[in-house]
């Protein structure tokens, strides 16, 4: 009675909750989705019967999914100061990932971490990083050039050379210890989704359970990742607090430390700025630590899914390399500035970004108040999830979504439409604060390699090509399920480019 007096407080017009399918006691609509690996496909389906704002229970949590872009703008966008709170996963917290501004819960320790991150990743703020991506992306082409079978490793290496701009600290080419630890951690976190970890998410007591006891293994898990996460939060940050000591005894004073990076002594980076700004320590630890966990496996997936467009549609590939070829006059490596000159280009990044599945559900968002839309009562605590593969595989306004097309964004006059193709960075006060950073180290990483190299097939032993089809590991985040292609340099000429861009490299 209690509940039901409750309820009525919270929806005292008896407003119905919005369509979705019929619900099982319990288990609610967990056996309706056919694979919890793919759920939006699901969703999908589920929104062409009952509509775009969709609602879903399971095991008593109450879902609520976007499937369209009106609606997730409506909801999250307009009226984002009821739609930014975090749903805490009890996994992810016993991994030692709870810290990770991404996942904190709206309110004022998410508003200082996000404000600190803003400062060093705003559109302005990267450009001071940009001599490091250029730097690493001539690392990355000539890695690829000297062990081209290995270029899922390089692409994640270049990812992790996050690790300079982030601590300024220079990986060792091999076997780096803190990029070992970064991988591992983000890894887990990847892949959290162990047996047993459902069952603490649905049932938070049970992480009180002992890790001998049956069933518990999921805790050995999540200590053992919780092990990584404290390294890789305190041993980066204590090298450059060293080096950061190093520079202000030797050379006495703030001003001199400027001096001092002028000169390469103290390699500025992200932490460095935080430290000079006097941010307090669990702040500026979690904000480089979150870093990783938001960045790693989101770059590289977006790179795979271009290395894996670029092979199916070779076509996109021949036309992008004439405008590289056409810009640099083929005499020297793409760099920052010829981006406005490459509409092609652009297209191409665009198209990757919503041609790929790197969120497709994004992160989940989570009502603070209940709320009224459409005439739909929407609780207070509803998870929502803006069906992000779902928005930018709409038919209407993308035909053939499936079909690699950069000539989307590309207008009659030959310019770039206004579409920026951004849903893939989420939306509203939680949508990526690492947007900026991302797309210029995706840019960067895609225009070079495509002036050196030509992707294409592998052949089989028949000399056959042997088909790709794209595929993506199922989960959160949508990596392409590993395949054999080919990658070689497109002339002498490009080699040597490739081979040059090592002593660029180095500098
Ligand atoms: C292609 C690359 C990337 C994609 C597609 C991507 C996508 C996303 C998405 C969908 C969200 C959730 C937005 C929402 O809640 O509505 C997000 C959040 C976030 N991203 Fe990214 N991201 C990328 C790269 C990065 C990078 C490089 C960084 C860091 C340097 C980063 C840092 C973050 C952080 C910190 C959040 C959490 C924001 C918050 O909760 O307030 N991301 N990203």
Known sequence: LKSLIGKRRENPAGLPLPPGPPRLPIVGNLFGVKDLGR??????????????????EIFGQKLLILNSEKVAEELLDKRSQNYSDRPQVPMVTLMGWGFTMGLLPYGPIWRKHRKVMHQALNLQAVLNYRHIQLNKVRQLV??????????????????????????????????????????????????????????????????????????AGFKKYANECKKLVRKLRDLPYEYVQKQMVFVHFSLLGRELTRIGKAEGIAPHSMVSEMLEHKEEEDVIKSVAGTVYAAAIETS????????????????????????????????????????????????????????SQVTPLGVPHMTTNSDIYNGYFIPKDTVVFANIWSITHNE??????????????????GQLTGDLAEHQFGFGRRKCVGKYLAEASVWIAMVSILAVFNLSKAKN???????????????????????????????????RLAQDAESDGNM
């Open 39 to 56: 759920q939006w496909l699901t969703y999908v389906d589920w929104s062409k019967k009952y509509g775009d704002l969709l609602y879903v």
């Open 142 to 215: 000539w890695n690829i050039l000297q062990a081209p079978d290995e270029m899922e490793a390089h692409l994640k290496t270049q990812v992790l050379c996050r690790l300079t701009l982030v601590y300024g600290y220079e990986m060792e080419p091999r076997n780096d210890l803190f990029a070992s630890i970064v991988d591992r951690a983000a890894c887990m976190l990847t892949n959290s989704f162990v047996p047993g970890a459902a069952l603490v998410n649905a049932f938070p007591v049970f992480q009180y359970l002992p890790e001998w006891c049956p069933g």
């Open 300 to 355: 590289s997936s977006a790179l795979s899914a271009f290395v894996m467009a670029m092979i199916i549609f070779p076509s996109v590939q021949e036309k992008a390399q004439a405008e590289i070829d056409r810009i640099t006059g083929e005499s020297r490596l793409p760099d920052f500035s010829d981006r406005e000159s490459m509409v092609y280009m652009e297209a191409i990044y665009r198209e990757v970004l919503r041609w």
């Open 396 to 413: 209407e306004k993308y035909p053939d979504p499936m079909r690699f097309m950069p000539e989307r964004y590309i207008g009659a006059d």
């Open 461 to 495: 032993e028949q000399g056959r090509d042997i088909d790709v089809i794209p595929e993506y590991k199922s989960g959160i985040l949508g990596h392409p399920i590993p395949y054999s292609f080919s990658i070689t340099p497109r002339s002498p000429r490009t080699a």
